[in-house]
């Protein structure tokens, strides 16, 4: 079955920091599991309407390219997004009818504790306090586009698996019907999981496909104690790459969404695995 990868990577601080330590790594996956490498370095639309939203909304184009056919199933993943070399396949579980996702991080229906869902909500509403004043709690980004995220999951879209035969024409729609929904409002995440949950083509992924460093990293710094103790490690005091190269070896994927300058200084350093 022909299988691959797909990302866009656009822009100088994208693309150099993906090339530099990120794709190394992708393309040992690659051959190791027999997947193709399909790259998008330039945008994929220049209008203006293209131009004057985040070039993550253009994921949905990437996954629609044509570039795509003669592979029965791709796997979207973030340019910000690290991949284990012992992880498996995540292919190997999915349906292909269904487009695959694992849940937010921390979001209020995900697997976290709730003490530390609650941690990441405080932290979210702090960041967003003017564009989300009275959103209730817990919170996520469901909440700023004005649906209740305590009723339905929030996946987050950094990693996806789908089929471009079957799913490649729904994205291109997403991204032409959808306006963005503002300040901090995460893009294309919540369109794609309003559209795709309606249609009931949503498979769960296992969390450890794409566990989020930034989400981790900020609740570890206000609760250092629980968040060790619920991870398994021991109290006192831990030092970043300590902590970061710990939660790398629990997980498939890192992914670094909102992590940027946390990445670059991690992984300039050398691997975390």
């Not at 029965?72 to 190997?92: F, H, I, N, Y």
């Not at 700023?144 to 729904?170: I, K, M, Q, Y």
């Not at 790459?241 to 991690?266: D, E, I, K, T």
Request: glycine share 8%.
């Amino acid at each position: 079955m022909a299988r691959v990868i797909v990302t866009l990577a656009v822009g100088e601080r994208c693309l150099r920091p993906w090339q530099r330590h990120l794709l190394p790594g992708w393309q040992r996956w690659c051959e190791r599991h027999g997947y193709g490498l399909v790259v998008f370095d330039q945008p994929l639309d220049n209008s203006p309407r293209g131009q004057g939203r985040s070039p993550a909304w253009q994921k949905l184009l990437a996954m629609a390219a044509p570039e795509l056919r003669g592979y029965e199933q791709a796997l979207w993943l973030d340019a910000d997004v690290m991949v284990g070399p012992g992880a498996p396949d995540p292919l190997l579980q999915h349906i292909p009818q269904l487009v695959a996702m694992a849940r937010d991080g921390g979001s209020p229906l995900a697997s976290e504790p709730a003490w530390f869902r609650q941690a990441w909500a405080d932290i979210l509403r702090h960041s967003l306090v003017d564009a989300a004043p009275a959103v209730p709690e817990p919170m996520s980004y469901l909440d700023l586009w004005g649906f209740d995220a305590r009723r339905r999951p929030l996946f987050n879209t950094g990693v996806v698996a789908f089929s471009p035969a079957l799913h490649g024409e729904l994205f291109r729609e997403i991204y032409h019907r959808w306006s963005d929904g503002g300040e901090g409002a995460l893009h294309e995440m919540v369109p794609l999981n309003l559209e795709l949950q309606q249609r009931k083509l949503v498979q769960e992924l296992d969390g450890r496909f794409n566990t989020l460093f930034g989400v981790h990293h900020a609740v570890w710094r206000v609760h250092p104690e629980a968040v060790q103790h619920w991870q398994g490690l021991a109290p006192g005091a831990l030092d970043l790459r300590a902590f970061a190269a710990h939660v790398a070896s629990s997980s498939y994927f890192l992914h670094f969404a909102g992590a940027h300058g946390l990445m670059q200084q991690l992984l300039e350093a050398g691997p975390l695995l």
